[in-house]
């Protein structure tokens, strides 16, 4: 299906095309689930916006047209596969591009984003790295700049697949609520938690 190799940085997953075929079978196709995470996320025309562990650049893609030509947003993976692949298909569009770097040590000035987007990959980094990675996000986005986190929604049809893929994890890893606390320790505010369908799990916050 898909290869998910340990590093230093967390787990990586390393084969682009096995995972971009698991996840159109997963959400019966990814580009509308990926407009409505965009559009979760309040990227908005002329934003910057910025995608970490951007896998295949599907949401980044979905981002870079909410942003428009006036915008721009910067994914980034610290899978040297995912990035190549995603420079190649998602990178096309002139407002998007893709570089290989880690949530925990991310290579961008202060308050340089308006939005940050971390899908999917909370649960891939270090356990004693994520505060780390919060921290990073806090210190990239600009004053009132947004943060969604987002992973599968630990109920319904897909809930219950993710805790069969997952059987070697706790499953409240998956469940993103588990950060409410962590962000408000950080310095976020204006915590939501949302469902995006068919069942991610969302948590947005405002620098």
Do not use: W
Not at 41 to 66: E, F, M, N
Not at 68 to 94: F, K
Not at 132 to 161: N, S, V, Y
Request: hydrophobic share 40%; proline share 5%.
């Amino acid at each position: 299906m898909f290869r998910i190799e340990q590093d230093t940085q967390g787990l990586l997953i390393t084969n682009p095309r096995g995972y971009s075929m698991f996840t159109r079978l997963f959400f019966g196709g990814r580009r509308r689930h990926d407009a409505r995470v965009a559009a979760a996320s309040g990227a908005c025309t002329g934003h910057r916006a910025l995608d970490i562990a951007s896998g295949t650049g599907t949401v980044a893609a979905a981002l870079a047209d909410r942003v428009g030509p006036t915008g721009e947003v910067v994914g980034i993976d610290a899978a040297r596969e995912m990035v190549d692949y995603a420079n190649a298909h998602a990178g096309r569009r002139p407002n998007c591009r893709f570089q290989q770097a880690a949530a925990q040590s991310l290579p961008f000035e202060d308050a340089s984003f308006d939005v940050v987007t971390c899908t999917f990959a909370m649960h891939h980094i270090p356990d004693t790295d994520r505060a780390a990675a919060l921290a990073e996000m806090f210190r990239i986005l600009k004053p009132g700049g947004r943060l969604l986190l987002a992973d599968m929604a630990p109920t319904g049809l897909h809930g219950h697949l993710t805790k069969l893929l997952s059987r070697h994890m706790d499953p409240a890893e998956i469940d993103i609520r588990r950060y409410r606390e962590p962000l408000q320790a950080t310095g976020f505010g204006q915590i939501t938690y949302a469902v995006v369908p068919p069942s991610t799990g969302t948590l947005t916050a405002v620098r």
